[in-house]
């Protein structure tokens, strides 16, 4: 139906992350509904939100979507609240992973930076591996398809721990495991910092910093394992050129600074 006002209910709160890190928090309805300029919604961004009382949702509430003058977005409103459990959809912690998110006021958009985040770490894994040279079509995706069905895969650093029998199964052969396994570890001992710092795609770190820490592992003749220093708040003090915050927020996780000192390791090796 169509009119000023229109009436649904809420049947689940979803979650989900785009390339980079960017959390959406939306509440799915039924039935759906379809807009004054006809465009049909099956959920509704949190950001429609701006009733601070209707921040705290349940599953079954009624809500009442309605028609702004000269607005393309209508006005939600919680209309009759039910008795379930009420839950804060402005979150703290990742829903995914329990990580605190990193809200960037700057672009008004919240982040989980954990890398080893489920919710994240298909898209982040096949990131990291093409920056490193390795590509990801034909069987390779394949590969990385069946080792997420299988639940093979729950951090960036498990891509270089795995065994053939990690990966054969009814439709990858021990043939295209044995070629998997040494594609893979084919960049160990090869790879330079801006190929790693660019497969982390970390939130807000510019091309040109990156450049920039290329620059500096250059000119000190450091290897990938140095970047283990950069998690030492004094050795970021001595180079004031270079814009630290997008590192320093991406490190502030203890998790991250733990995948960095792995693959480091690995790919020094």
């Given at each position: 139906m169509?009119?000023?006002?229109?009436?649904?209910?809420?049947s689940?709160?979803s979650?989900?992350?785009?390339?980079?890190?960017i959390?959406?928090?939306?509440?799915?309805i039924?039935?759906?509904?379809?807009?004054?300029?006809?465009?049909t919604?099956?959920?509704?961004?949190?950001s429609?939100?701006?009733?601070?009382?209707?921040?705290n949702?349940?599953v079954g509430?009624t809500?009442?979507?309605?028609?702004?003058?000269?607005?393309?977005?209508?006005?939600?409103?919680?209309?009759?609240?039910?008795?379930?459990?009420?839950?804060?959809?402005r979150?703290?912690?990742?829903?995914?992973?329990?990580?605190?998110?990193h809200?960037?006021?700057t672009h008004?958009?919240?982040r989980c930076l954990?890398?080893?985040?489920?919710?994240?770490?298909?898209?982040?894994?096949?990131?990291?591996?093409?920056?490193?040279?390795?590509?990801?079509q034909?069987?390779?995706?394949k590969?990385?398809?069946s080792?997420?069905?299988n639940?093979?895969?729950?951090?960036?650093?498990?891509?270089?721990?795995?065994?053939?029998?990690?990966?054969?199964?009814?439709?990858?052969?021990?043939?295209?495991?044995?070629?998997?396994?040494?594609?893979v570890h084919?960049?160990?001992?090869?790879?330079?910092?801006?190929?790693?710092l660019?497969?982390?795609?970390?939130p807000?770190?510019?091309?040109?910093?990156i450049?920039?820490i290329?620059?500096?592992?250059n000119?000190?003749?450091?290897?990938?394992?140095?970047i283990?220093?950069?998690l030492?708040e004094?050795t970021?003090?001595?180079?004031?050129?270079?814009?630290?915050?997008?590192?320093?927020?991406?490190?502030?996780?203890?998790?991250?600074?733990?995948?960095?000192y792995?693959?480091a390791?690995?790919?020094?090796?």
């Open positions: 169509t009119c000023n006002e229109i009436i649904t209910k809420v689940e709160m979650y989900a992350f785009s390339p980079d890190s959390l959406t928090s939306s509440i799915d039924h039935p759906y509904v379809t807009l004054h300029n006809g465009v919604l099956r959920s509704i961004p949190v429609w939100l701006n009733n601070q009382s209707d921040f949702i349940a509430d809500i009442s979507l309605t028609a702004i003058p000269n607005s393309e977005l209508p006005l939600l409103k919680v209309k009759a609240p039910s008795p379930n459990t009420r839950v804060d959809i979150l703290t912690h990742c829903p995914i992973c329990g990580e605190p998110l809200h960037d006021s008004n958009v919240t954990n890398c080893s985040c489920a919710g994240q770490l298909y898209t982040k894994l096949i990131t990291f591996l093409a920056a490193l040279g390795l590509s990801m034909g069987t390779n995706y590969i990385i398809q080792l997420f069905a639940a093979s895969i729950s951090s960036l650093a498990d891509i270089f721990m795995l065994h053939n029998e990690n990966i054969v199964n009814d439709s990858v052969s021990l043939v295209d495991a044995n070629a998997f396994i040494q594609y084919s960049v160990r001992g090869h790879t330079n910092v801006k190929q790693f660019c497969g982390l795609n970390i807000n770190m510019q091309y040109t910093t450049d920039q290329q620059n500096l592992f000119n000190n003749g450091w290897s990938i394992l140095d283990c220093a950069l030492n004094n970021l003090s001595m180079y004031p050129d270079i814009d630290w915050s997008a590192w320093r927020d991406f490190i502030s996780l203890p998790s991250n600074q733990r995948l960095i792995i693959l390791t690995v790919l020094y090796i």
